[in-house]
């Protein structure tokens, strides 16, 4: 599944994130997909929820823009 993949590669940048800030923890996430990418909003919101369960990212909040362009997926900013 393609998102599965894409999720350990997030969740992987994140672990990278925290570890550069020490102590911090990262409480939000934002993202940003395309609107001419194949991702869904809801859907990937809700596969991102499915792969944190369980997790140290389970209390993450997710904020998803949508925007006319650009990268399919990006990261756009981290609240610690």
Do not use: C
Request: no cysteine.
């Amino acid at each position: 599944m393609h998102e599965t993949r894409l999720l350990e590669k997030i969740f992987q940048y994140l672990e990278k994130e925290e570890k550069k800030l020490g102590s911090k923890r990262i409480k939000k996430v934002y993202i940003s997909l395309s609107e001419f990418g194949g991702i869904k909003e809801e859907h990937f919101g809700m596969h991102f929820n499915e792969a944190a369960m369980g997790t140290k990212w389970k209390s993450l909040k997710l904020e998803i823009k949508k925007i006319p362009f650009g990268p399919e997926i990006e990261i756009t900013k981290l609240d610690f």
